[in-house]
């Protein structure tokens, strides 16, 4: 059975940080690529960052600077730092995992991420 969780979710302060991680089963994790996207209230979901099984990455616009992906294979396990967040960083975080020729692919549950004053 597949699973992704996620983890590290929670409030915080404009200017704070967050680490979130996803934590994968069920899957060859080093065939994955692996990404993070978030959807907020009334919006689409987007890509925030991802990261290919040979360690390449590409971030949103609106994060670059801000966000770091990486992942442990020996942990089966990518990480999002999140630093020096913003209110628009609010949303819900999704974590999700895409074999190398773009199918199968699979959704984390989401982990809640707010940045509030």
């Known amino acids: 059975q597949v699973q992704l969780v996620e983890s590290g979710g929670g409030l915080a302060q404009p200017g704070g940080s967050l680490k979130l991680s996803c934590v994968a089963s069920?899957?060859?994790?080093?065939?994955?690529?692996m990404g993070w996207y978030r959807q907020a209230p009334g919006k689409e979901r987007e890509l925030v960052a991802a990261?290919?099984?040979?360690?390449?990455?590409n971030y949103a616009e609106s994060v670059k600077g801000r966000f770091t992906v990486s992942r442990d294979n020996a942990k089966n396990t990518v990480y999002l730092q999140m630093n020096s967040l913003k209110l628009e960083d609010t949303a819900v975080y999704y974590c999700?995992?895409?074999?190398?020729?773009?199918?199968?692919?699979?959704w984390g549950q989401g982990t809640q991420v707010t940045v509030s004053s």
């Open positions: 990261i290919t099984q040979g360690g390449s990455t």
């Open positions: 999700r995992a895409t074999y190398w020729n773009g199918s199968p692919y699979y």
């Open positions: 069920g899957i060859s994790f080093s065939r994955y690529s």
